[in-house]
């Protein structure tokens, strides 16, 4: 008898686990043009694969502490990546960011704010984590947001449909904060090292399905073979 019920509790904690859906991680940073430039083939992921899967978004810590700075000392490097970008997945950047941002040099780059402003769209609105991921990156790249100043996060903050004065202390709230450096430590015990990295936790164990920028053709097909296993 006690052999019998432990064969069923072994059979349905099978079963469970068995159910259980695999979760895709999307590691990215809002400051990696090619994230930016990944940005749709991410959508369409979501699109496509939210049924399947759990999806969870952990921002990389790019550029943070002792890296922030002016842009314009990367400007060179960034002038060209850019350049790139554009080639290789058709982003778009603006002329305000490459012939005035770039060219003045004195706005102040980092990865923290801005992946404060993506934990307050997990918490706060997580069924628009995606759309407003998209956003982000265009508010950099197009409209030169301010990435250090929580006050230029207004303009996003509307446009996503938050009210853009609690955004702004959302910004510099501690809980947020403490998030986002969560975060980058998960991004760092994951090996990221290079964004945007989309990870399939399945069975126990951690698949990648890609690393750097890839095309939806490629980013389906992986999914699709590791899915089916």
Request: proline share 4%; charged share 20%.
């Amino acid at each position: 008898m006690k052999i019998f019920i432990s064969f069923i509790i072994f059979f349905s904690a099978s079963i469970v686990y068995s159910q259980e859906k695999p979760t895709l991680i999307y590691v990215m940073d809002p400051l990696c043009g090619w994230c930016y430039g990944f940005s749709p083939i991410m959508q369409k992921v979501y699109e496509t694969y939210k049924e399947q899967v759990n999806m969870t978004v952990i921002t990389g810590g790019m550029i943070i502490d002792e890296k922030v700075g002016p842009i314009g000392k990367v400007a060179p490097f960034l002038k060209k990546a850019t350049g790139l970008v554009k080639q290789h997945t058709g982003a778009e950047f603006s002329t305000l960011f490459l012939d005035t941002i770039l060219q003045q040099g004195t706005q102040i780059l980092t990865s923290l704010q801005p992946s404060i402003a993506i934990q307050i769209c997990k918490k706060e609105k997580p069924d628009s984590l995606f759309s407003f991921l998209t956003a982000l990156h265009k508010d950099i790249y197009i409209n030169g947001l301010q990435t250090a100043e929580p006050k230029d996060y207004a303009r996003l903050a509307q446009t996503m449909g938050f009210a853009p004065q609690s955004f702004i202390n959302f910004v510099s709230d501690s809980k947020y904060m403490d998030a986002a450096r969560q975060d980058f430590k998960e991004a760092e015990a994951f090996g990221v090292e290079s964004f945007p990295a989309l990870l399939l936790k399945v069975h126990g164990g951690i698949r990648v399905i890609s690393r750097g920028f890839v095309h939806w053709d490629q980013v389906s097909y992986t999914l699709n073979q590791e899915l089916q296993q």
